[in-house]
């Protein structure tokens, strides 16, 4: 039997097959359901000794919670990949893995076309206040009492907080219905990668977008980036579109900019408090809420888990991770300066 362990957290679904194959380099163990104390007292009984990297699955957050500084301290000190599976890692203090020296990944590029369709969707249907005449048919009265005229998004300016992979396929598909396209990063994009969008400042983007998608990664800086000051800064009728994470935007503040009418309709599929949905929320037909099925496709379930194992594979072959998380590959860069 290999020495060294892999650990997978949750399960695979679509390339179990590629996980086994990793049996000819590594001893594979599995925590399948089970609670967070449970998986805090294997690591520590020794359970995982040998292990030295970690799948973690998509849904092994409801299993273990986050991997916050409690748990990763008792992590084993053979550890040193966490391969996680999701675009997003705010699941995970990277700092605390980064203090243990222990190299995270995370699956970028495999999520981008999905959630950029869900993002569309939402947009279009937030754009015709659709969940409005889809409630009304679905109760039997037609198009109901208050279905209302929608909006085109031919000639609108569409403002993509975030112009990442995921924000550019967002642009990509918005081209095609006629929007024009703005953007604002912290660092503007090279030509090739920026296209025909507009680099804009953040005030820029709030004051002159007709619809504002976010798709940037919530971290302590993007927290609440979207709040009451910033709605404020908004034109009146603005259509917010959130497939990113829902605590980028004060949720509270996107209930009353909504009851204003300062925003006429926004598109969610990410929460605050997942799985909690804020009330003022639910009850606003102007609103189009989906439970974060962003990346809910056979197709893209299947590349994200495959890029998963690929890089917990490379770790472990090569000693580097393919996709590693953004902060810990600008750290390891300029410490080899
Ligand atoms: O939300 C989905 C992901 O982070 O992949």
């Not at 900019?257 to 929320?281: C, F, I, Q």
Request: overall charge neutral; proline content about 3%; charged content about 25%.
């Amino acid at each position: 039997m290999p020495a060294q362990a892999a650990l997978l957290i949750g399960d695979i679904d679509h390339a179990r097959k590629a996980w086994e194959d990793l049996s000819s380099i590594l001893t594979l163990k599995e925590f399948p359901n089970g609670t967070r104390s449970e998986f805090l007292q294997n690591c520590k009984d020794g359970k995982y000794d040998d292990v030295v990297a970690i799948y973690r699955s998509n849904t092994s957050n409801k299993i273990t919670g986050n991997f916050n500084e409690e748990l990763i301290s008792v992590l084993p000190k053979s550890l040193k990949y966490i391969c996680h599976n999701g675009a997003g890692y705010d699941n995970i203090d990277v700092i605390a893995c980064s203090e243990r020296g222990i190299s995270v990944s995370s699956t970028p590029v495999a999520v981008n076309n999905a959630t950029a369709d869900v993002g569309i969707f939402l947009m279009i249907g937030a754009l015709r206040q659709a969940y409005i005449p889809l409630t009304a048919i679905r109760a039997g009265t037609w198009q109901g009492k208050d279905t209302r005229l929608g909006h085109d998004p031919q000639g609108k300016t569409l403002g993509i907080l975030g112009m990442g992979g995921i924000g550019r396929e967002i642009a990509v598909r918005a081209r095609a219905f006629g929007m024009k396209i703005q953007y604002h990063n912290r660092s503007r994009l090279s030509a090739e990668l920026e296209g025909d969008a507009k680099y804009v400042s953040f005030d820029d983007l709030l004051a002159s977008s007709d619809v504002l998608s976010l798709n940037l990664s919530l971290n302590a800086s993007t927290r609440h980036i979207i709040g009451e000051r910033e709605f404020k800064k908004m034109k009146d009728g603005i259509v917010i579109v959130n497939t990113a994470r829902g605590a980028l935007i004060d949720e509270k503040a996107l209930v009353d900019a909504l009851e204003s009418g300062k925003v006429r309709s926004a598109g969610l599929d990410v929460y605050e408090n997942e799985p909690e949905v804020e009330p003022g929320l639910l009850k606003n037909p102007r609103v189009m809420l989906l439970p974060h099925i962003g990346t809910m496709t056979f197709e893209t379930q299947k590349d994200m888990e495959i890029l998963v194992l690929d890089n917990l594979r490379s770790a472990v072959e090569k000693g580097e991770l393919l996709t590693q998380v953004p902060e810990q590959k600008k750290a390891k860069n300029s410490s080899n300066l």
